[in-house]
């Protein structure tokens, strides 16, 4: 399945299949990474506010897949990557970060930026065959360490 993904407006009744998508693709991670997900804070208000302040897209009808994108000062914030498990393997992911660059090439945004898990290492290799490289980590509040990896595409 390889369709154009499509925006969902904030008022969408979409948004409860996206917000369902990012609950059932990050529940794996439970347990494993430290501090939790924030998709555990994730409400259908906030996906609505996230759609308002940037922009989600989806692929399928039902959702199958979807992203969340939000404009920063000269980068276009690539968020909450989800693929329904029985669709991973079809290059869904892959078809929406080249639509994540394009939209940051219409926006005129030097690069896509995302950040993952220090844990989770092989999303950094998946994400590195993607085009994207390790540009710095961050740490959560109340943490001494790096919790996550931040990784950066730039835009041609």
Known sequence: MT???????????????????????????????????????????ALAAQAEAGEIWAIGAPVVASLVLTPRADVLYLGKLAVSEDQRGQGLARHLIEHAVRRARALGLNAVELQTRVELVENHATFARLGFTRSGTTVHAGYQRPTSVTMRREVC
């Open 3 to 45: 369709v154009a993904p499509v925006q969902i407006p904030p008022n969408s009744p979409h948004l409860q299949e996206v917000l369902d998508l990012i609950r059932r693709s990050f529940a794996y991670m439970d347990g494993r990474i430290d501090p939790p997900s924030s998709m555990h804070h994730l409400t259908l208000d």
